[in-house]
């Protein structure tokens, strides 16, 4: 990064411009032999001032400087024989605008690439917070849909206390009979292992007949732990088994974790 800047400062471009100290052209020298991509950046503005310098030269026409020659001929005398050395001033002349030039292209052009650098990030700040305030936006949705649902006055409430397997667990059931629905509250279940995932039982009790309500599929992703499921069956209790991924014909009682009955 320490390199990063120091190519980005604009030395370089004064070091090939001849606008630096003795001590300053020194520590360039230095840096581009301790660093190769130093070195490659002098090239590459060397390389570069040549091309601007030789297409500014080439869009000069001969009378260009012919003012300034006039002023400097008011200045110093010149000897009939030195036309040659006139002609000089003027082409030195044209090479010095032209590398003023040049470097003054390249400023501008790191200015820019700076500045649409700042514009991409700011850009990309500005869609990460709208994708912030949307997905805020959807949690509180989602958060008062799940209100709605437990506050309806058709929603029975049905505890599910832990079993042998897991004593410690528990959930709740909300089931809507008008909408043929049930919420499962499932925060007090331990994140299933790799493999296997949590399924929903609804229970005749005599004789005991379990049919699956479904799965509490992405657990772990699922922060809120609350899943909707559809429910159409005349439910006299819930129960909640461990079960390998995508679940089973029959629950396995030996992984029952939660059981509940459904009130008078």
Not at 80 to 93: D, I, Q
Request: hydrophobic share 40%; net charge negative; no cysteine.
């Amino acid at each position: 990064m320490e390199i990063e800047n120091y190519i980005a400062s604009g030395i370089l471009e004064l070091y090939v411009a001849g606008a630096l100290s003795p001590e300053e052209n020194l520590e360039v020298q230095h840096y581009a032999l301790k660093h190769p991509e130093v070195e490659k950046e002098i090239e590459a503005i060397e390389g570069a001032m040549l091309q601007l310098t030789a297409a500014a030269s080439a869009g000069i026409p001969p009378s260009g400087f012919d003012g300034i020659r006039d002023e400097l001929d008011d200045v110093i005398v010149f000897k009939p024989s030195a036309s040659e050395k006139r002609t000089n001033w003027a082409t030195y002349l044209g090479w010095a605008a032209s590398l003023i030039l040049a470097v003054g292209l390249l400023w501008v052009y790191r200015e820019n690439d700076s500045l649409k650098t700042e514009i991409e990030v700011s850009q990309q700040e500005k869609e990460n917070l709208e994708q912030q305030i949307i997905e805020a936006r959807s949690e509180v949705a989602d958060t008062e849909n799940i209100l709605n649902q437990l506050r309806d006055q058709n929603v029975t409430v049905v505890a599910l206390g832990g079993q042998t397997v897991s004593p410690t667990s528990y959930a709740k059931v909300y089931w809507n009979t008008e909408v043929n629905k049930v919420l499962i509250d499932a925060q007090g279940l331990p994140e299933p292992p790799p493999g296997y995932t949590y399924q929903v039982w609804s229970l005749k009790l005599n004789p005991l007949t379990p049919t699956s309500v479904g799965l509490l599929d992405d657990f772990v992703n699922n922060e809120k732990r609350v899943f909707e499921l559809p429910n159409e069956n005349e439910s006299e209790a819930f129960g909640i088994t461990l079960e390998p991924e995508g679940g089973s014909e029959s629950p396995t009682l030996e992984q029952l974790y939660t059981l509940g009955v459904v009130g008078p």
